[in-house]
């Protein structure tokens, strides 16, 4: 009979890599705060990755739970609606003309996220509330929402000036945290599948990204934002056309 007051060290394995989330998530404000602008993108990514991680270990270890669930929707909404928020504002509003403008357009993004995870959080509840149509996604996700807000900065690093397009800049994140509470389908990655004679060929393509994020970490992740973008109006046709099938 198993001892109640024990529990198993891979049951904490998920929740460890998500606290190690958050902390990447804390540090990326740290860099952001001290001037360190591309560390501190690089630990939002980092957080991405965990953020992946984790959900993939609680199942791969058969360890999901309630306390796992919350702490991760807790995380996300500090890693993808918080500090890209405060990093959007920082880097591109702060001490400027429209700074309240940025911090309203930050305001909205964090928000969105909110609302997003809490309406995650009442569909683990009730199966009337869906956030998955088949293989598609209902909205934006937190970490695709996250990259998208963040491309001004990635923008900006590729050599767009500070005081280019504020208002428009502000629009475009207010449009994207809109886009994470909205109904619009989204490809789901967890659920794609792929011929096995294509598998060389997205071996070789995944190996390409993973190159260029590493020698051309900006422009890359600004072609990967823009072709996500262009990807809504197809993935909306898709799921409808599915729907109606």
């Known amino acids: 009979m198993s001892n109640p007051s024990k529990i198993k060290l891979r049951h904490i394995v998920p929740s460890v890599v998500t606290v190690f989330a958050i902390c990447a998530g804390m540090t990326s404000l740290r860099m952001s705060l001290e001037g360190h602008l591309e560390m501190a993108l690089y630990f939002i990514l980092l957080a991405v990755f965990l953020d992946a991680a984790d959900g993939k270990l609680a199942r791969f270890l ?49 928000v969105c996220c909110a609302l997003r995870l809490a309406r995650f959080n009442l569909a683990l509840d009730d199966s009337d509330i869906a956030l998955k149509k088949d293989e598609y996604f209902v ?8 990259c998208l807000a963040l491309m001004p900065i990635f923008m900006y690093l590729h050599g767009w000036e500070n005081s280019d397009f504020p208002v428009l800049r502000a629009i475009y994140i207010i449009g994207v945290g809109l886009l994470a509470v909205s109904t619009v389908p989204t490809y789901s990655i967890k659920h794609a599948s792929i011929k096995r004679s294509h598998l060389p060929i997205v071996v070789i393509a995944a190996m390409v990204l993973v190159v260029c994020l590493m020698v051309y970490p900006w422009p890359t992740l600004i072609i990967a934002n823009c072709l ?9 046709r898709a799921q409808q056309r599915q729907t109606k099938g």
């Open 62 to 110: 058969d360890t999901a739970s309630p306390f796992g669930a919350e702490l991760d929707t807790l995380a996300d909404f500090f890693n993808f609606g918080i500090v890209p928020g405060v990093l959007l504002y920082h880097t591109l509003y702060i001490d400027t003309a429209f700074a309240n403008l940025g911090w309203l357009a930050s305001l909205v993004l964090a």
């Open 139 to 146: 909205g934006v996700p937190a970490p695709a929402l996250a």
């Open 228 to 236: 996500y973008l262009l990807s809504l109006p197809f993935s909306y």
